[in-house]
């Protein structure tokens, strides 16, 4: 019985080859192959696989799948495929219609070895397409999935380290963007993997300011970027040399400050990610992005806050009063799409800090300065400009002006007004300009 049905096997199988054999011979024939439509029709499919499930189900499985019959069913499949990526797809999708899984697995590693003899296997996204399929269809050797999936990784790696040895901020990289857009469709595992490969490689032959500096001119999705900006934060190479430490802190900034820019970022990206993001800025930062309130007080007086005037709706720097210096932040941004801020008094509950414009601001007096900030009804948003130290406020409108205080000349009894100076004049004022954000959440 075994021996009859093996001999049947045979033919059947032999039968196929020859089919095989004489179509391949044309190998853009994809769509005319004999094969493919007997396997797609329903009833010659089943004769043929039936007799291969009688014959693995009443022999030792493993064994035959090893033996004669099984690289049988390998050059059928790669007689078949011939180097085609796409008829590779169609046998996978017949490869369903077998009927034992020891079968299926057998279909599914022939096609496997024989994509990997195809050009197309340098191509990460048509290894990830294949992959997609493979991981929907059931019975998939898991050992299979892991090669293809590395495959996979490994691919799209070398394809992504490109950028990174190119001495050009210009250049651009079709390939790397399409490869990172269609990552946006899979688990941010995938990129994760992607990213520890092409670290490891190009840590290894660049310097960490140049890796830090290419990858702020990548191109893909906030989240992606995100989460390449902290996954390169996390690598001990960035940590080898004290001395660069400054310069590479900057430019990682920069990076994430480009992120913080788009508008989307809040909405794009997830909440633990961006919360690993605002944890690598300056503290002043940081509080504008996830403090509940701030107050704003002078840097080297910690009894000196910003808020509405005693007696007039002046803006002054007064005497710590926690309830009146707490601000709500507004966060918005300009048309060039840069950061601003408005503050809006917790206390007031209908007022803004507010620069009215100042004709000062654009004329060429010296060492002038205007009393122009007010608690308002109306909306104002600055510019913040983080410093050493601690942050200056610029309206955001002109960038013109500056919020200075602290020079009693310009105080009036109890109320210490702030005041403005002209932007071009910071440098000389730095010590009047410069304020501390302090976290001012806990504030009722
Ligand atoms: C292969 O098939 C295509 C499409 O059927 C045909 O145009 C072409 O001439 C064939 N080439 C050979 C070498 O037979
Ligand atoms: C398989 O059969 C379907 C439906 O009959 C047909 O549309 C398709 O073109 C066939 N595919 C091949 C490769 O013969
Ligand atoms: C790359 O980044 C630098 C620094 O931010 C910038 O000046 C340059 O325009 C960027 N290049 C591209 C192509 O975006
Ligand atoms: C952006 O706004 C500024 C100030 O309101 C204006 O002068 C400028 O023309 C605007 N730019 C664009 C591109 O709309
Ligand atoms: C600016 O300064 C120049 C010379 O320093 C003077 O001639 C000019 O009148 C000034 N302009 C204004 C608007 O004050
Ligand atoms: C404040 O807003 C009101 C209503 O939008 C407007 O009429 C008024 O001119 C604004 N005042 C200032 C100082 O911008
Ligand atoms: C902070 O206080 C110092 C000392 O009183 C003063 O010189 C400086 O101008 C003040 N700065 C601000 C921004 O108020």
Redesign the pocket.
Known sequence: MAACVLLLLVLALGAVLDIGDSFSSNSSSSSSSKLLAVLNASAPVNEVLFHIDVWTGEADVAGALRGPASSNLESVIRSEVSGDWKRGQVVLQLANQARTPELKQAIYTGLWKELQQTKQIYDPLKILDFYDQLAFNSDVPPALLQLVHQAFISRSAQLLEAPFYTNS??ATFPLVDSLLHRLTFSALDYLRDILELVYDAVLALETPLSVVERL??FTGSLTQLALANLQLLQREELTRDEAAADTLGLAMQ?NLRRLLDQPSFEQEVEASLRQQIYAQLPSDEQLLYTAHKVCIRNVTDSNAYIYECPQTYLICSNARDPKKAAYYIQRGHSNDSRPQFAFYSAFWRNRYILMEPSPLATSNTTNAITKNVYSRANISWWRVVYRKGGVSLYDAATENSVLCGGDPIHFDGLERHVYTRKASEFAAHREECTWSVEDCSDAT
């Open positions: 901020r210009t702020g001119n920069d």
